[in-house]
């Protein structure tokens, strides 16, 4: 079946820049989604890309897609310490969402 | 304009007992998902409520029911608990016809302690 799988952890500086991979096996997944989960709350979607798309930018977040090689990233410019949170990767699996363990992004002061 | 809404927010029960869990999906949409969520882990699907249907199911047991209403809102009915049960319950909505992005958003969760 589909899997989709996420680095654990990643730690940077306040205003660096952060870059969250992801990779997946099903390259029939039209649409591709990232989250956002603060402690105790639940997903919040941050943004998605569809298939057909390279590269996708929304404010201080660019996702890029690498189809050819399964590999999906989030890169968040000028990370804050509000962005501390777990991030996941979510494809669409035939209208269920397929997650990832999600990544542990903290960011230091 | 609410977003999905889920109760009870907590939840502690004992083994062999059962539970309902409740979902409210965001005005407008007509599709309720449930996701399983263990500790330390990426959500995994359960099932898809459309049209007071179960339209997919994920790897679970029989022990995991559901049903939607009129309203499209959604329960969730878990039997003979298990310790293994323990986890957070998401609900998540959305539109079933929406140009072919399942875009789901999700409800603040129900947390389940199973002692």
């Known amino acids: 079946g589909e899997d989709v799988e996420q680095s654990l952890f990643l730690s940077v500086r306040e205003g660096d820049s952060s870059v969250i991979n992801c990779t997946y096996t099903d390259s029939s997944s039209t649409y591709l989604y990232w989250y956002k989960q603060e402690p105790g709350a639940g997903l919040q979607l941050l943004t998605y890309?569809?298939?057909?798309?390279d590269m996708k930018q929304d404010q201080r977040l660019t996702v890029l897609l690498n189809k050819k090689d399964k590999h999906l990233s989030l890169r968040i410019a000028d990370t804050q310490t509000g962005d501390s949170a777990i991030y996941f990767c979510a494809v669409n699996g035939g209208g269920k969402l397929i997650f990832g363990q999600g990544t542990e992004l903290s960011v230091k002061p | 304009d609410a977003g999905v809404t889920q109760s009870p927010t907590h939840l502690i029960k004992t083994r062999g007992q059962q539970v309902t869990l409740r979902c409210s999906p965001k005005s407008g949409h007509d599709t309720v998902s449930w996701y399983q969520q263990a500790l330390g882990q990426g959500p995994q699907f359960i099932f898809q409520?459309?049209?007071?249907?179960?339209?997919q199911r994920g790897n679970f047991p029989d022990r995991f029911s559901g049903h939607q209403f009129p309203n499209y809102s959604s329960e969730l009915n878990v039997n003979a608990l298990l310790l293994g049960d323990s986890a957070l319950y998401l609900c998540?909505?959305?539109?079933?016809?929406?140009?072919?992005?399942?875009?789901?958003?999700f409800g603040p969760g129900t947390r389940l302690t199973v002692l």
């Open positions: 998540a909505s959305s539109l079933r016809f929406s140009s072919g992005n399942n875009e789901q958003f």
């Open positions: 890309i569809f298939s057909n798309m």
């Open positions: 409520y459309y049209e007071e249907e179960e339209r």
